[in-house]
């Protein structure tokens, strides 16, 4: 069955730091993978996408993320952060019928 | 600006009574979700349609759920009767389908709070 598996619950990074937010997915095709931000109260907002190509991608806000096949994973990195990136970050996955199922999510606070 | 819209925003409803919550889709868009957001649960896919047609629904109960598209403008998510335990964020979100159908992109609703007493 497919599945989005996001390791961190909660991760705290100084401001100006890098981040790198882990995200791992089962899927026996090629996936196509999401990440979004959800702010406090609000709904979900698409960061970027992979569907296929070069295995990195560049989003909005300064993020990007790596696809890698051999782990499984696509992890979502910055290289510095700004308070404003504070909120719940979910990694996704869409299935060969366009369902899309997500992880749990990881909460990301900014230390000043 | 286009977006998905969702009405309510906020609901707070007595146990046993009957919630309808609407969403309509961005113009032109042909797939429809619906979520439901707990802390406990995360993100639980409930339905999803494609061109109006429910596509899977196996992620509501189907006892008390119901979900519907009227038209292509309108989507519904009916809970009757209401529990406590339905008590959550309902979002929902719309994306256009085409050619390959795992890249449908999904675009969020702000949702709709639903609170159970």
């Known amino acids: 069955a497919q599945s989005v598996t996001q390791p961190d619950i909660h991760i705290t990074v100084s401001e100006g730091a890098s981040l790198e937010l882990r995200c791992n997915y089962s899927?026996?095709?090629?996936?196509?993978l999401f990440w979004y931000v959800q702010s406090p109260g609000q709904g979900l907002q698409l960061l970027l996408k992979?569907?296929?190509?070069?295995?990195l991608v560049q989003g909005i806000k300064g993020f990007e993320a790596e696809f890698k096949r051999s782990q499984s994973s696509f992890n979502l990195r910055k290289p510095s952060v700004h308070w404003s990136d504070a909120a719940e970050y979910f990694c996704a996955v869409a299935t060969s019928a366009s369902k899309i199922i997500f992880g749990s999510g990881t909460r990301l606070s900014i230390r000043p | 600006d286009a977006r998905v819209t969702q009405t309510p925003r906020h609901k707070v409803t007595e146990m046993g009574q009957e919630v309808t919550m609407r969403c309509q889709p961005i113009l032109g868009h042909n797939t429809v979700f619906w979520y439901r957001q707990t802390m406990m649960q995360g993100l639980e896919l409930l339905a999803y349609f494609r061109n109006r047609a429910p596509l899977d629904d196996s992620g509501m109960p189907k006892d008390r759920f119901s979900a519907e598209m009227p038209d292509a403008t309108l989507a519904t998510l009916k809970i009757q009767p209401s529990e406590p335990r339905d008590s959550a964020v309902y979002f929902c979100a719309s994306g256009l389908t085409t050619g390959s159908s795992r890249n449908t992109e999904a675009f969020f609703g702000q949702g709709t709070r639903l609170t159970v007493v």
């Open positions: 899927y026996g095709a090629t996936p196509y």
């Open positions: 992979y569907f296929s190509g070069d295995t």
